[in-house]
Protein backbone atom coordinates (compact mmCIF):
# COMPACT_ATOMS: atom_id res chain seq x y z
CA UNK A 1 0.00 0.00 0.00
CA UNK A 2 2.65 2.18 0.82
CA UNK A 3 6.20 2.73 -0.86
CA UNK A 4 8.16 5.06 1.00
CA UNK A 5 10.96 6.86 -0.18
CA UNK A 6 14.40 5.21 0.11
CA UNK A 7 15.08 8.70 1.85
CA UNK A 8 12.71 8.68 4.25
CA UNK A 9 13.77 5.41 5.24
CA UNK A 10 17.05 6.09 5.77
CA UNK A 11 16.67 9.32 7.45
CA UNK A 12 14.56 7.69 10.38
CA UNK A 13 16.76 4.49 10.65
CA UNK A 14 19.54 6.72 10.93
CA UNK A 15 17.55 9.57 13.27
CA UNK A 16 19.48 9.80 16.79
CA UNK A 17 16.50 12.22 17.67
CA UNK A 18 12.51 11.61 16.15
CA UNK A 19 9.72 14.32 17.12
CA UNK A 20 6.24 13.62 16.53
CA UNK A 21 4.35 16.37 16.44
CA UNK A 22 0.41 15.94 16.37
CA UNK A 23 -2.48 17.59 16.08
CA UNK A 24 -6.49 17.02 15.79
CA UNK A 25 -6.14 14.52 12.59
CA UNK A 26 -4.39 12.31 14.41
CA UNK A 27 -7.21 11.58 17.01
CA UNK A 28 -9.80 11.89 14.40
CA UNK A 29 -9.67 8.09 13.15
CA UNK A 30 -10.45 7.44 17.18
CA UNK A 31 -13.76 9.56 16.71
CA UNK A 32 -12.70 12.99 18.39
CA UNK A 33 -13.62 15.40 15.69
CA UNK A 34 -11.26 17.80 14.79
CA UNK A 35 -11.13 21.71 14.63
CA UNK A 36 -11.62 22.09 11.21
CA UNK A 37 -12.82 19.03 9.27
CA UNK A 38 -15.84 19.99 7.51
CA UNK A 39 -17.39 16.84 8.23
CA UNK A 40 -17.17 16.15 11.95
CA UNK A 41 -15.63 19.37 12.71
CA UNK A 42 -16.05 20.11 16.38
CA UNK A 43 -16.41 24.04 15.58
CA UNK A 44 -18.86 23.49 13.09
CA UNK A 45 -21.34 23.19 15.89
CA UNK A 46 -20.42 26.21 17.31
CA UNK A 47 -18.17 29.30 16.75
CA UNK A 48 -14.91 28.66 18.37
CA UNK A 49 -14.60 31.99 19.90
CA UNK A 50 -17.77 31.42 21.27
CA UNK A 51 -16.91 28.68 23.75
CA UNK A 52 -12.68 28.24 23.81
CA UNK A 53 -12.01 32.00 25.14
CA UNK A 54 -11.83 33.89 28.55
CA UNK A 55 -14.36 36.03 27.42
CA UNK A 56 -17.10 33.36 27.08
CA UNK A 57 -16.33 31.26 30.34
CA UNK A 58 -16.61 34.76 32.38
CA UNK A 59 -19.83 35.62 30.26
CA UNK A 60 -21.11 31.81 30.06
CA UNK A 61 -19.47 29.66 32.65
CA UNK A 62 -22.28 27.19 32.58
CA UNK A 63 -22.08 26.72 28.39
CA UNK A 64 -18.21 26.24 28.37
CA UNK A 65 -17.76 24.08 31.61
CA UNK A 66 -20.70 21.74 30.22
CA UNK A 67 -19.14 21.48 26.65
CA UNK A 68 -16.05 20.85 28.19
CA UNK A 69 -17.25 18.06 30.63
CA UNK A 70 -18.93 16.55 26.92
CA UNK A 71 -15.60 16.92 25.57
CA UNK A 72 -14.17 14.95 28.25
CA UNK A 73 -16.95 12.13 28.29
CA UNK A 74 -16.47 11.87 24.55
CA UNK A 75 -12.65 11.42 24.63
CA UNK A 76 -13.35 8.74 27.90
CA UNK A 77 -15.56 6.91 25.30
CA UNK A 78 -12.63 7.21 22.74
CA UNK A 79 -9.60 4.71 21.92
CA UNK A 80 -6.03 5.19 21.26
CA UNK A 81 -6.36 4.43 17.39
CA UNK A 82 -3.14 2.53 15.43
CA UNK A 83 -1.43 6.16 14.49
CA UNK A 84 -1.41 6.24 18.74
CA UNK A 85 -0.28 2.95 19.39
CA UNK A 86 2.82 2.85 16.12
CA UNK A 87 3.64 6.11 17.97
CA UNK A 88 4.00 4.44 21.55
CA UNK A 89 5.71 1.65 19.77
CA UNK A 90 8.72 3.67 17.74
CA UNK A 91 8.81 5.16 21.52
CA UNK A 92 8.91 2.08 23.42
CA UNK A 93 11.75 0.77 20.75
CA UNK A 94 13.93 3.69 20.30
CA UNK A 95 13.01 5.12 23.66
CA UNK A 96 11.87 8.48 25.32
CA UNK A 97 14.59 10.77 24.51
CA UNK A 98 15.25 9.50 21.03
CA UNK A 99 11.33 9.36 20.05
CA UNK A 100 9.21 12.62 21.40
CA UNK A 101 5.42 13.01 21.52
CA UNK A 102 4.80 16.44 21.08
CA UNK A 103 1.38 17.84 20.42
CA UNK A 104 -1.61 20.38 19.80
CA UNK A 105 -4.10 17.97 21.45
CA UNK A 106 -5.25 18.14 24.27
CA UNK A 107 -7.16 14.79 24.72
CA UNK A 108 -5.05 11.97 26.52
CA UNK A 109 -5.06 9.51 23.53
CA UNK A 110 -1.06 9.47 23.27
CA UNK A 111 -0.31 8.90 26.83
CA UNK A 112 -3.34 5.88 26.84
CA UNK A 113 -1.38 4.53 23.66
CA UNK A 114 1.43 4.24 26.12
CA UNK A 115 3.30 7.30 25.37
CA UNK A 116 5.29 8.98 27.96
CA UNK A 117 6.79 12.14 28.53
CA UNK A 118 4.14 13.75 25.91
CA UNK A 119 4.31 17.73 25.71
CA UNK A 120 0.88 19.06 25.85
CA UNK A 121 1.34 22.79 23.66
CA UNK A 122 -2.46 23.64 24.20
CA UNK A 123 -3.03 22.12 27.79
CA UNK A 124 -4.72 19.26 28.96
CA UNK A 125 -8.72 18.73 28.41
CA UNK A 126 -8.63 16.71 32.17
CA UNK A 127 -6.54 19.42 33.66
CA UNK A 128 -8.62 21.91 35.76
CA UNK A 129 -7.80 24.97 37.57
CA UNK A 130 -9.53 28.07 39.52
CA UNK A 131 -10.15 30.59 37.17
CA UNK A 132 -9.62 33.17 39.70
CA UNK A 133 -6.44 32.04 41.84
CA UNK A 134 -5.13 29.48 39.66
CA UNK A 135 -5.13 26.64 41.87
CA UNK A 136 -5.30 23.23 40.23
CA UNK A 137 -7.95 20.76 40.78
CA UNK A 138 -7.41 16.87 40.20
CA UNK A 139 -10.56 15.52 38.45
CA UNK A 140 -11.01 13.23 41.22
CA UNK A 141 -11.43 16.13 43.49
CA UNK A 142 -14.01 17.51 41.72
CA UNK A 143 -17.98 17.05 42.89
CA UNK A 144 -18.70 13.42 41.66
CA UNK A 145 -21.65 14.94 39.10
CA UNK A 146 -17.99 17.09 37.26
CA UNK A 147 -16.43 13.65 36.77
CA UNK A 148 -16.60 12.12 33.82
CA UNK A 149 -15.84 8.74 35.47
CA UNK A 150 -19.18 9.19 36.76
CA UNK A 151 -20.77 7.13 34.70
CA UNK A 152 -24.42 8.45 35.69
CA UNK A 153 -23.73 11.47 34.45
CA UNK A 154 -24.63 11.57 30.65
CA UNK A 155 -23.76 14.83 28.92
CA UNK A 156 -25.79 16.29 26.39
CA UNK A 157 -24.38 15.70 22.98
CA UNK A 158 -25.33 19.43 22.32
CA UNK A 159 -23.03 20.58 25.14
CA UNK A 160 -25.83 21.84 28.23
CA UNK A 161 -25.22 24.28 30.42
CA UNK A 162 -23.58 22.96 33.52
CA UNK A 163 -22.47 25.55 36.32
CA UNK A 164 -18.92 24.98 37.14
CA UNK A 165 -18.17 23.94 40.84
CA UNK A 166 -16.27 26.47 43.01
CA UNK A 167 -12.74 26.51 43.60
CA UNK A 168 -12.26 25.71 47.51
CA UNK A 169 -9.86 27.91 48.31
CA UNK A 170 -11.49 30.88 46.86
CA UNK A 171 -14.44 29.70 45.65
CA UNK A 172 -14.01 31.05 42.10
CA UNK A 173 -15.10 28.87 39.36
CA UNK A 174 -13.35 25.99 37.84
CA UNK A 175 -12.24 26.12 34.08
CA UNK A 176 -10.70 23.19 31.61
CA UNK A 177 -6.58 23.67 31.62
CA UNK A 178 -6.58 24.21 28.49
CA UNK A 179 -4.86 27.19 26.28
CA UNK A 180 -7.98 29.55 24.72
CA UNK A 181 -7.81 31.61 22.25
CA UNK A 182 -5.63 34.65 23.15
CA UNK A 183 -3.71 33.09 25.81
CA UNK A 184 -0.43 32.75 26.52
CA UNK A 185 0.84 28.55 26.10
CA UNK A 186 3.51 27.48 29.05
CA UNK A 187 6.58 29.20 28.50
CA UNK A 188 8.26 26.03 29.68
CA UNK A 189 6.14 23.82 27.01
CA UNK A 190 7.39 26.87 24.35
CA UNK A 191 10.89 26.94 24.86
CA UNK A 192 11.38 22.80 25.33
CA UNK A 193 9.39 22.40 21.73
CA UNK A 194 11.56 25.34 20.07
CA UNK A 195 14.70 23.31 21.60
CA UNK A 196 13.74 19.73 20.52
CA UNK A 197 12.54 21.11 17.06
CA UNK A 198 15.54 22.83 16.25
CA UNK A 199 17.84 19.66 17.61
CA UNK A 200 16.35 16.74 16.42
CA UNK A 201 17.23 14.77 13.33
CA UNK A 202 13.44 14.42 11.78
CA UNK A 203 10.29 16.07 12.69
CA UNK A 204 6.93 14.12 11.65
CA UNK A 205 4.04 16.66 11.35
CA UNK A 206 0.74 14.67 11.42
CA UNK A 207 -2.95 15.42 11.29
CA UNK A 208 -2.48 19.37 11.96
CA UNK A 209 -3.37 22.39 9.25
CA UNK A 210 -0.50 23.91 10.24
CA UNK A 211 -2.24 26.93 10.58
CA UNK A 212 -2.38 27.66 14.68
CA UNK A 213 0.89 29.84 15.78
CA UNK A 214 3.35 29.67 18.20
CA UNK A 215 3.36 25.50 17.38
CA UNK A 216 3.00 25.52 13.31
CA UNK A 217 6.12 27.52 13.15
CA UNK A 218 7.80 24.31 14.79
CA UNK A 219 8.47 22.23 11.54
CA UNK A 220 9.83 25.23 9.88
CA UNK A 221 12.22 25.87 13.04
CA UNK A 222 13.22 22.18 12.92
CA UNK A 223 13.51 22.59 9.03
CA UNK A 224 15.85 25.51 9.41
CA UNK A 225 17.85 23.78 11.98
CA UNK A 226 19.04 21.19 8.97
CA UNK A 227 16.45 18.06 10.08
CA UNK A 228 14.45 16.02 7.63
CA UNK A 229 10.50 17.04 7.90
CA UNK A 230 7.88 15.17 7.15
CA UNK A 231 4.25 15.23 7.17
CA UNK A 232 1.78 13.00 7.34
CA UNK A 233 -2.05 14.69 6.25
CA UNK A 234 -4.77 13.26 3.52
CA UNK A 235 -5.10 17.18 2.83
CA UNK A 236 -2.71 19.67 1.60
CA UNK A 237 -1.47 22.06 4.30
CA UNK A 238 0.60 25.25 4.05
CA UNK A 239 3.04 22.75 5.66
CA UNK A 240 3.52 21.28 2.25
CA UNK A 241 6.02 23.73 1.43
CA UNK A 242 8.07 23.24 4.66
CA UNK A 243 8.53 19.46 4.70
CA UNK A 244 10.69 17.22 2.72
CA UNK A 245 8.22 14.63 1.72
CA UNK A 246 4.32 14.65 2.49
CA UNK A 247 2.70 11.61 2.66
CA UNK A 248 -1.13 12.30 1.60
CA UNK A 249 -2.85 9.93 3.72
CA UNK A 250 -4.40 9.41 7.43
CA UNK A 251 -2.16 8.93 10.18
CA UNK A 252 -3.79 5.38 11.45
CA UNK A 253 -2.86 3.80 8.05
CA UNK A 254 0.18 5.64 7.53
CA UNK A 255 2.05 5.21 10.54
CA UNK A 256 2.42 2.22 11.51
CA UNK A 257 2.87 1.04 8.00
CA UNK A 258 6.12 3.61 8.09
CA UNK A 259 7.13 2.05 11.59
CA UNK A 260 7.17 -1.52 10.04
CA UNK A 261 9.31 -0.61 6.93
CA UNK A 262 11.96 1.42 8.93
CA UNK A 263 11.89 -1.83 11.83
CA UNK A 264 11.72 -3.79 8.91
CA UNK A 265 14.41 -6.44 9.92
CA UNK A 266 15.46 -5.22 12.94
P1 LIG B 1 -7.27 21.18 12.67
O1 LIG B 1 -8.67 20.71 12.83
O2 LIG B 1 -6.98 22.61 12.37
O3 LIG B 1 -6.58 20.33 11.50
C1 LIG B 1 -6.75 18.95 11.49
C2 LIG B 1 -5.90 18.41 10.35
O4 LIG B 1 -5.97 16.99 10.40
C3 LIG B 1 -6.41 18.85 8.98
O5 LIG B 1 -5.33 19.33 8.20
C4 LIG B 1 -6.96 17.53 8.37
O6 LIG B 1 -6.71 17.47 6.98
C5 LIG B 1 -6.13 16.50 9.09
N1 LIG B 1 -6.75 15.19 9.21
C6 LIG B 1 -8.07 14.90 9.28
N2 LIG B 1 -8.23 13.56 9.41
C7 LIG B 1 -6.97 13.01 9.44
C8 LIG B 1 -6.45 11.70 9.56
N3 LIG B 1 -7.29 10.65 9.67
N4 LIG B 1 -5.11 11.52 9.55
C9 LIG B 1 -4.27 12.58 9.42
N5 LIG B 1 -4.70 13.87 9.31
C10 LIG B 1 -6.03 14.07 9.31
O7 LIG B 1 -6.49 20.73 13.98
P2 LIG B 1 -5.08 21.24 14.48
O8 LIG B 1 -4.15 21.51 13.35
O9 LIG B 1 -4.62 20.30 15.53
O10 LIG B 1 -5.78 25.12 19.47
O11 LIG B 1 -5.49 22.63 15.17
C11 LIG B 1 -4.44 23.33 15.83
C12 LIG B 1 -5.05 24.09 16.96
O12 LIG B 1 -6.15 24.89 16.48
C13 LIG B 1 -5.67 23.22 18.03
O13 LIG B 1 -4.72 22.72 18.94
C14 LIG B 1 -6.59 24.22 18.71
C15 LIG B 1 -7.14 24.96 17.52
O14 LIG B 1 -7.30 26.31 17.79
C16 LIG B 1 -6.18 25.35 20.78
O15 LIG B 1 -7.11 24.73 21.27
C17 LIG B 1 -5.41 26.39 21.46
Redesign the pocket.
Known sequence: MFNFDETVLERLQTAKKIVFFS????S??SGVP????DLSGLWAQYD?MQL?TPEAFRRQPALVWGWYLWRRQRVRAAQPNAAHLALAQWQAAAGADRVICLT???DDLHERAGCSEVLHL?GNLFSSLCAECGQSVDEAALPKAHQTRAVDVEFDPNGQEITPPACRACGGHIRPG??W?GEALDSQVLDRSFELSATCDVLIA???????QP?AALPSIAREAGAYVMQ????E?PLDAVAHSNIRA???QALPELYKHVHKGQ
Open positions: GAGIAETFRDPAQNVHVIFIGTSGVVAINPQTSAA
